[in-house]
């Protein structure tokens, strides 16, 4: 049962333009969300976070947005950058096992020069 | 210092050896976390020790065996293991409380067994 789903595999994205990358829940106990960037042969690298009481937080050029009567969020780069290529995953916790995070299946992103 | 390193970078192994991972971490985290990742696939976890203590085991199969010696320190010792074992493992750390839920990774050890 995959409680965080990506639904788009890939996105491709000009360079200079918006990326928005998806991400639906089903567990109504998350309160939490993050987003992650990885690189090939490398870890995840922790990009943006949202806490529930919130439906916005910007960090540069990466803005998280949560609905949650939808139980949906995105992350939108703007402006994209060839140097945003990327698996993106989103991820969720819950505050009551805070250590447990949740991962989406990840959108890898390619931003065209 | 916001590094969380991992040896070795790749493994290879027989069915019947038995190795260890390592993970080392200066942050002064005290969570931290084994990951198991295939290929297009998102990271899996496989335990959490919150303060030197096994906090969560993910009902990890016994030929995989954690340990943290100290804060600082996190293994992962493998034995018998199975040619559907191999994958990225992924060690992480955090800060351990309900304050930050950002996990620290490293790049992880590319396990092949054959």
């Known amino acids: 049962d995959q409680q965080v789903k990506q639904n788009s595999p890939s996105l491709s994205v000009q360079e200079g333009r918006i990326s928005i990358l998806n991400c639906d829940y089903t567990?109504?106990?998350?309160?939490?969300f993050l987003w992650y960037k990885k690189y090939p042969a490398e870890g995840p690298t922790f990009l943006i976070s949202i806490s529930s009481i919130k439906d916005k937080n910007e960090d540069g050029r990466f803005t998280v947005f949560l609905n949650k009567s939808a139980k949906h969020l995105s992350l939108h780069i703007v402006p994209s950058q060839p140097g945003d290529s990327a698996v993106y995953f989103c991820?969720?916790?819950?505050?009551?096992?805070?250590?447990?995070?949740?991962f989406g299946t990840g959108t890898k992103l390619q931003v065209i020069p | 210092d916001t590094e969380v390193t991992q040896t070795p970078k790749h493994l290879v192994m027989g069915m019947t050896n038995k190795k260890s991972l390592k993970c080392e971490q200066h942050?002064?985290?005290?969570?931290m976390y084994w990951y198991k990742q295939k290929a297009k696939k998102p990271p899996e976890l496989m335990f959490v020790?919150?303060?030197?203590?096994?906090?969560i085991n993910e009902s990890v199969p016994s030929r995989f065996s954690p340990e943290c010696p100290n804060s600082s320190l996190l293994n992962l010792h493998l034995h018998a293991l199975q040619p559907e074992d191999s994958a990225l493992y992924l060690c992480a750390s955090s800060q351990g409380d309900r304050r930050s839920y950002e996990q620290y990774f490293g790049p992880g050890t590319r396990l092949t067994v054959t």
């Open positions: 567990n109504s106990m998350f309160d939490y």
């Open positions: 020790y919150s303060y030197e203590k096994l906090s």
């Open positions: 991820a969720a916790s819950d505050s009551g096992g805070y250590q447990k995070v949740t």
């Open positions: 942050m002064g985290h005290r969570a």
